[in-house]
């Protein structure tokens, strides 16, 4: 039989999914499974985003500029951008394979073999993947779930920078803890890139769902910080555009830019039918924000208090995004989140959560936490935290 790659073979599996097949088994075996692990929200698309595909006409369906077309780089910067207060061109723009190609091509754009990318942990666990598929190390700087995952002293912070050092990477709000990185501190984080000449990479797709009445801060507002800044951003989770996969990767930087370019030129377009999705969604206004944001309100108030109403658990409670972190009082949280899908099944239901080890690069962290998506409407959750209060009594009754 050939062999397949050594490489390929190491690269670590998705956290996220990697439970799928056990909910897949239990879903085929009659068992509701109140998915917790993902962030694939119920929340409806806007109405102008399924309009604008159903009025898409077409006899065939032609490749598009590799950059995106002409007519949604325009559209975002016109009709969000410069609404939020980002001043770009269409030529800052490239469009992406969703959020994850963006991530792909900022680490082939900036790295060697190698270099090393520095990330607050825990972090989205795919970052490390992509990172690994590049040959970049990243490295986690430890932020702690009873500090309610605070950003470390700027000393602290470059104690870590040697000479591989390329980029820090953040995600504002948080995707897994829902952290929620104020003006100041992002502000001090560029301070370090300016001081060490290093890109600042920011995700920035949990943008609207910030849940402080101060405005979300982009690293594209910093002034004269043009060649250092660089924005990941997607559609997927603003505008519940999941299966479009368009994503963006935004910079001044005329040399990032141009080098994505060619890689974007090498897999030819994205997706045709997801940019007129999004050109669409564009159009939604501001009610979709403002009634989405409330429900997510509503969504983590409720599951923050029902998580620390569970003898063990603890949970601080996010400013963004709609993800938490939840410490268990189990000693190996994959286990348990795998036992909930094979083995524990009252009234014919369980919940899937996500194990929370593979957020963290620093060994033996996380072990009994787990990333929870607060994304189903509150009777949904009222009924999937009822469940891991019960499976948690069991479980450890019967360790």
């Not at 470390?152 to 948080?174: G, H, Q, W």
């Not at 984080?189 to 405005?215: G, N």
């Not at 599951?303 to 949970?315: K, M, R």
Request: proline share 6%; aromatic share 10%; with cysteine.
């Amino acid at each position: 039989m050939p062999k397949i790659s050594d490489f390929a073979a190491v690269l670590p599996q998705s956290a996220i999914r990697m439970l799928t097949p056990y909910a897949d088994r239990a879903e085929a075996e009659g068992i509701k499974v109140y998915h917790l692990n993902i962030g694939a929200p119920d929340i409806k698309s806007p109405e102008s985003a399924v309009a604008a595909v159903h009025g898409f006409r077409f006899d065939h369906l032609p490749y598009s500029n590799s950059a995106g077309t002409a007519e949604l780089r325009r559209d975002l910067v016109e009709k969000y951008y410069r609404k939020i207060g980002i001043d770009i061109t269409i030529d800052d723009i490239l469009v992406t394979v969703a959020g994850s190609e963006a991530i792909m091509m900022m680490f082939q754009c900036i790295c060697n073999e190698g270099d090393e990318v520095l990330v607050f942990e825990p972090f989205y666990c795919n970052y490390n993947a992509i990172a690994k598929v590049n040959r970049v190390r990243l490295i986690g700087i430890h932020t702690d779930i009873h500090d309610d995952f605070a950003l470390p002293d700027p000393s602290i912070i470059e104690r870590y920078i040697t000479p591989r050092t390329k980029a820090i990477l953040i995600c504002n709000p948080s995707n897994p803890t829902g952290t929620l990185y104020s003006r100041d501190k992002v502000l001090s984080i560029a301070e370090i890139c300016r001081k060490h000449d290093l890109y600042l990479i920011a995700d920035e797709v949990y943008r609207e769902f910030c849940y402080t009445d101060a405005p979300h801060f982009s690293i594209m507002q910093i002034p004269d910080f043009s060649e250092n800044a660089i924005m990941l951003d997607s559609a997927s989770k603003r505008y519940n555009l999941c299966g479009a996969r368009i994503g963006v990767l935004v910079s001044r930087n005329k040399e990032v830019i141009r080098l994505a370019t060619k890689l974007a030129q090498a897999r030819l377009c994205p997706p045709v039918l997801g940019q007129v999705a999004l050109s669409g969604a564009l159009d939604a206004g501001p009610d979709y924000f403002s009634a989405t944001r409330k429900e997510y309100i509503a969504r983590r108030d409720y599951t923050i208090a029902a998580l620390n109403d569970i003898p063990g658990v603890y949970s601080p409670l996010p400013y963004g995004a709609f993800y938490t972190i939840a410490e268990l009082p189990v000693r190996d949280a994959g286990d348990f989140c795998k036992w909930l899908l094979t083995d524990f099944r009252p009234g014919g239901e369980t919940v899937m959560l996500t194990p929370a080890e593979a957020f963290y690069s620093t060994p033996g962290i996380g072990l009994n936490q787990v990333r929870i998506a607060y994304v189903l409407e509150v009777p949904e959750l009222k009924k999937a935290m009822g469940i891991l209060r019960h499976a948690l009594d069991t479980y450890n009754k019967m360790q």
